[in-house]
């Protein structure tokens, strides 16, 4: 093991300096795979190409604004008078908002120029307006009959505004400009386009595939649907709303899912009936029958547009010919279903007999003409056997015409995407995975193996278990996700840790946000792991039914397509639709009287829409543009040339040519070179001047003395340190992780060692034991189990102290250079043989630890150490003893997403 090195003779016998010594040499960086070329659609097509130019919205408003003498405020005096009204639109409800108003305080000093609510309300409706609301009206006749033989009818209000308006809206957005993508472009880590890269849904296959298609010249806007119904009241009344938002694949991901982006936008609310004038047999399909009538209404003109183009213009001020085409729809399980016109007990996207889902087999997929012709024969009544019997074989619904028969270009069975949520964190992990593993460990076990789990920085710790959580979310399924395979470690049969293991691979790996064909290969690997193992949960009677005919399963089937047509999983994840619920309709329908809702609903999203929209626009003013930076720079693939070609977003109709690198190479996960790292200040006095004593005792060091004694021998100093020595304590070291682009951490990459002391009881705050945790730490040693692996060179090891030496030390440290006290455990060398995880326990000398002080720049990162269980769990075990009582762990991959890349993609050759 090396260790840092001696440093050349002193001058001086008793004061040595440090900060001369060489650093350990790191292991050459090992990078996370990213896209480094690319080849863009061919030229000939010119896809994306510039037509002309014209004036962005903002840059119109201006224009206006100046025409009516107006400044960039508008109908508000200045800035001050603005954010008043914005945080009265915002904040307040409109009687409170005319009660302050008419406030004498406010009347008399603050004087804004609108003097009660409606003057208000007024100058916001004068700000640019969105796409305006319209209503259409629908009378629904039923199968049940009055007294007069007449059919019952039902009237109902669709509320909606024009899907093409809205898309003309979003692309006119020059607060998107450096986030667009115009035409396809196929991505590769590798020169020779063996290693392809997925993440944006340019760099997919669906829009190159309709790109080739379309005619020369053409602009493809994949429009993205999504439509969840959603309870407007919560504790009495049945009040719901069912909203449909848009938004369009050509926005970087990143921006389109953020709501505070405004990047999606609500298109309509679709009539939520109850359809009384039906029978109760007939009245789903009436219902079902309802939904594709009105999206057909909505959808009628974008579906025209569809077919010939329109001309709009861009968020770079270029006219495209823009052909808006539906490409995915994001919806769970029930409402893929709706839209696709099948059963709930069939697959919407392919064939699969409803007793076969359960395997891991291909089948056809779902044809759309073939669909259409078996939903029109239906209709028509038609007395031919073969088309009754392919209709009930593919679990058809009668339902006709649906609403994507008119749309242009779309293929319904290709529009469903991963549904990260419902279908892996919340289906196949919480409802069927977690229930089966409790009915094999038992619930009392099962909770005290969470209750015994570790505390980490931004982990959560079930102190109670899982079994007493009464309401779960899409956080806690995950939180549960990072610890569960430590959970079930230790099983009597060892066919359930493998698994376990495959779903956690599935889920995280599903979860990524830049793919490569390695990382899909380990996607379908760790799905087929799965169905190896799966029959245990039956065996040992966890699941009581002998199949696993369960959609959610069978939805993990297409993930791998679904990634390689659209993209990463995260770009059309259903937990965003469920955010925008909060804004659109939830919060709306609070704003209203509650009665005839859906009318002031919409009224009050125009108004915080036009006070949106008009802050962006007030800020583009004073900075000239909003920029949202977006995209790697990445180098095209050319069989002959290579020439230089624009950035990515710029128009890219040109060549087929070779583009530089516009960002430099991702840092690799394990090179130290140019690491940042910020120490915890030395905060209350409590931390400052700790004797030696205290620390031994207080975090558990036994030989703190004694490494110090070896640190300062190893720089030719002979001072001998003493148990009443003061030192000042810093409770937590901060590394800024390297970037890799799968995790989807921007800039928020910082990862915290804790190394705190424990904290006496005061008012109101019970006493802390001491936070000491694990660590990654940089030796150079050479393992054969880790070469070529990400953890080449590292070891863990128990971060106990950081400190810096008294000052009456006879030692030179540049800058008060931080030092940690650590024991280390035992190198990589074995791992399990059901979960593949490395097994490691504390490192002994002499029947001591083997403890040494280290510098804590050669600290990489946090990990986080399964305890060994074992078939029970030792009852002396807490959150806060463990990792003193536990004598082997195993070390988890996944804890956080940048572990998981670490330790499962690379560590597989995902290079």
């Keep these: 093991m090396v260790i840092d090195p001696q440093a050349a003779a002193p001058d001086e016998p008793d004061v040595v300096d440090v900060d001369a010594t060489p650093p350990v040499h790191p292991t050459p960086p090992r990078e996370y795979p990213q896209a480094k070329f690319a080849r863009s659609f061919p030229e000939e097509k010119q896809a994306g190409r510039v037509e002309g130019n014209a004036p962005t919205q903002f840059e ?13 405020h508008g109908p508000f005096a200045d800035d001050e008078e603005w ?9 307040v409800g409109h009687t409170q908002a005319d009660e302050f108003l008419k406030l004498p305080i406010i009347q008399s000093r603050v004087q804004p120029s609108y003097r009660n609510k409606d003057h208000l309300l007024n100058a916001v409706d004068s700000l640019p307006n969105s796409v305006t609301w319209q209503c259409h009206e629908i009378t629904v006749t039923g199968d049940i009959y009055n007294d007069e033989s007449r059919p019952l009818t039902e009237k109902l209000e669709l509320w909606f505004r024009d899907p093409l308006e809205c898309i003309r809206e979003l692309l006119n957005n020059p607060v998107f400009k450096e986030a667009m993508a115009y035409a396809p472009q196929k991505q590769y880590v590798d020169a020779e ?3 392809r890269v997925i993440d944006e849904m340019s760099s997919a296959d669906w829009w190159w595939n309709i790109q ?21 009241s919560q504790f009495r009344g049945d009040k719901s709303a069912w909203p449909v938002y848009l938004t369009f694949g050509n926005l970087a991901k990143d921006v389109r899912r953020k709501v505070s982006s405004h990047a999606t936008v609500l298109v309509g609310y679709l009539p939520v009936a109850k359809l009384h004038c039906f029978t109760e047999k007939t009245r789903s399909v009436a219902r079902y029958r309802l939904f594709h009538h009105c999206m057909n209404i909505v959808f009628k003109k974008m579906a025209d547009a569809g077919r010939t183009g329109v001309h709009m213009t861009c968020p770079d001020g270029c006219i495209r010919w823009i052909w808006p085409i539906v490409a995915a729809y994001v919806a769970d399980f029930p409402e893929q279903c ?3 016109c099948c059963m709930e007990n069939r697959c919407p996207i392919c064939k699969v007999p409803p007793d076969r889902r359960g395997m891991n087999e291909a089948h056809p997929r779902r044809d759309q003409t073939e669909t259409l012709h078996l939903l029109y024969e239906q209709e028509q009544g038609s007395s031919d056997p073969t088309v009754s019997a392919q209709f009930s074989e593919f679990g058809l619904r009668r339902i006709y015409p649906p609403f994507w028969q008119n749309l242009p270009h779309s293929d319904v069975s290709l529009w469903f995407t991963p549904d990260l949520l419902h279908q892996l964190h919340k289906g196949v992990f919480k409802d069927h995975l977690v229930k089966w593993c409790t009915a094999i460990l038992g619930e009392e076990e099962l909770d005290a193996r969470f209750r015994a789990m570790a505390d980490l920085t931004g982990l959560r710790h079930f102190a109670n278990g899982i079994s007493a959580v009464s309401q779960w979310t899409g956080h806690e399924h995950k939180e549960m996700e990072k610890v569960f395979l430590g959970v079930v470690m230790g099983c009597r049969d060892a066919r359930v840790v493998q698994a376990v293991r495959a779903v956690l691979d599935f889920i995280y790996l599903a979860s990524l946000q830049s793919h490569t064909t390695q990382t899909l290969e380990l996607l379908q690997d760790a799905l087929q792991r799965f169905h190896n193992f799966k029959d245990v949960f039956v065996e040992l009677g966890a699941r009581s039914k002998s199949h696993f005919n369960i959609p959610k399963i069978h939805a993990m089937q297409h993930y791998v397509d679904m990634i390689m047509l659209f993209g990463s999983a995260d770009g059309f994840n259903t937990e965003s639709p469920e955010r925008l619920h909060i804004d659109y309709a939830k919060d709306a329908y609070r704003a209203s009287n509650h009665r005839d809702y859906l009318i002031q609903m919409v009224t009050w999203l125009q108004r915080q829409e036009a006070v949106d929209s008009f802050s962006v626009y007030l800020e583009w003013c004073r900075q000239g543009s909003l920029r949202i930076q977006q995209h790697l720079g990445v180098r095209l693939i050319d069989d002959e040339v290579e020439n230089p070609l624009p950035p990515p977003h710029s128009d890219s109709s040109s060549s087929d040519s070779e583009l ?8 690799s996960t394990t090179s130290t070179t140019s690491r940042q790292y910020q120490l915890a200040a030395k905060g209350p006095r409590a931390l400052r001047g700790i004797t030696a004593a205290r620390i031994i005792l207080e975090h558990h060091a036994p030989r703190f003395l004694d490494a110090i004694r070896t640190f300062l021998r190893s720089y030719g100093s002979a001072f001998e340190p003493q ?3 003061g030192f000042d304590l810093h409770s937590r070291l901060a590394v800024q992780l390297p970037f890799i682009p799968a995790t989807g951490l921007g800039k928020s990459r910082k990862n915290v060692t804790r190394a705190s002391p424990p904290m006496p009881e005061k008012v109101r705050r019970a006493a802390q034991p001491a936070r000491l945790d694990f660590a990654l730490v940089r030796t150079g040693e050479v393992n054969e189990a880790t070469e070529g692996t990400p953890l080449e060179g590292l070891r863990i090891a128990h971060v106990r102290v950081i400190f810096t030496l008294p000052a009456s030390y006879p030692v030179r440290l540049y800058a008060r250079e931080a030092l940690a006290y650590v024991e280390w455990f035992t190198p990589f060398h074995r791992t399990d043989e059901a979960s593949g995880l490395f097994i490691v326990s504390p490192s002994s000398r002499m029947h001591q ?23 029970t769990i030792d009852t002396r075990w807490t959150m806060d003893n463990v990792t003193e009582l536990c004598e082997t762990f195993y070390v988890n991959p996944y804890i956080d997403m940048h572990t998981f890349c670490m330790l499962r993609c690379m560590q597989f050759g995902c290079t």
């Design 338 to 340: 709706l839209i696709a």
């Design 849 to 871: 630890p083997y403890a040494e002080i280290i510098r804590v720049s050669r600290i990489v990162r946090n990990c986080y150490l399964f305890p060994k269980f074992g078939h």
């Design 723 to 725: 148990l009443f020595d």
């Design 60 to 72: 119109r408003t201006r224009h206006e604004q100046v025409a009516d003498g107006q400044d960039i």
């Design 212 to 232: 080739e298609q379309l005619p020369t010249g053409a602009t493809v806007a994949p429009v993205i649907l999504s439509s969840d119904k959603t309870k407007l």
């Design 193 to 195: 386009g063996k290693t």
């Design 83 to 91: 954010n008043l009204a914005k945080w009265l639109i915002k904040n």
């Design 660 to 667: 530089e690198l516009q960002q430099p190479p991702v840092q």
